[in-house]
């Protein structure tokens, strides 16, 4: 994905990132619309945004498409992703990156504003075991302005509905097998295309450095989520869209 002429196709590596992701969650694009609705029912077409771990940067993509007057923050550690955003928005003043560790303490005093409309995040938190993503939670608490929201997109597992859990898996990987015999990329065949492209070789082993092959965390119920945020200092929270393995809470402050 690289033209020699002008340099990285930025664009195309961010595209190929979301085809990617949506062989996990064909129903991605169908989450980001419903966060985006309720980015304006409670901000209004003009939100200051804080994309939390925000990978290449598709939530700020469907942002800015849909808002054209909304600001975006980035935060991520991931240096590969995180390269794919920058190259992708260079030049945009609504766009700003920041590089930090959600796990440090002090993560929030990299940020360029003391409070956002919004704090938005998408299959990226499931990194984290329960105890360090209740902290992360309440340190979001004090980020979102009154009024303003918190949405998690994820994998929410209700552990007392294994037979659903079952079916629901094998319906959706029969599903996968379908479209990868079809030629659409996984996940590690993703990272090796990046690990051999001159551009992103670097940032890619450095990003495995960090955070090895994959590491899973708990992945709560979606009424953990909600309990865990209202005990974080949001005044409401629930589920405002669900499929069959994934959820999207909403919590408003």
Sequence with gaps: MTDTATGTDWQAWQESWDRQQEWYLPDREERFRVMLDMVEAFTGPEPRVLDLACGTGSITDRLLRRFPNATSTGVDLDPALLA??????????????????????????????????????????????????????????????????FM?????????????????????????????????????????LAAKDPVLAGPTA????????????????????????RAAGFAEARPVWSSPSDSLVLAVK
């Excluded at 360029?112 to 919004?118: I, K, M, N």
């Excluded at 509905?161 to 379908?178: F, Q, V, Y």
């Excluded at 092959?213 to 909600?226: I, K, L, N, Q």
Aim: no cysteine; glycine share 10%.
């Design 206 to 229: 450095e990003r495995f450095g960090i955070y090895g092959e994959h590491a899973d965390g708990d992945m709560p119920s979606a009424a953990w989520h909600a309990d865990t945020l």
């Design 152 to 192: 998690n997109a994820d994998r929410m597992i209700e552990t007392g509905t294994p037979r659903i859990n079952a079916a629901e898996r094998a319906h959706r990987h029969a599903g996968m097998d379908r479209a990868k015999a079809a030629g659409v990329l996984d996940w590690a065949q993703w990272w090796a």
């Design 84 to 149: 794919i955003a920058r190259g992708t928005f260079a030049g945009d003043e609504r766009v700003s990156f920041v590089t930090a560790d959600l796990k440090d303490p002090r993560w929030t005093e990299r940020l360029p504003h003391d409070s956002y409309d919004a704090v938005l995040t998408a299959t990226a938190l499931h990194w984290l075991h329960s105890e360090p993503l209740a902290a992360l939670y309440g340190q979001i608490g004090g980020l979102v302005r009154d009024g303003g929201v």
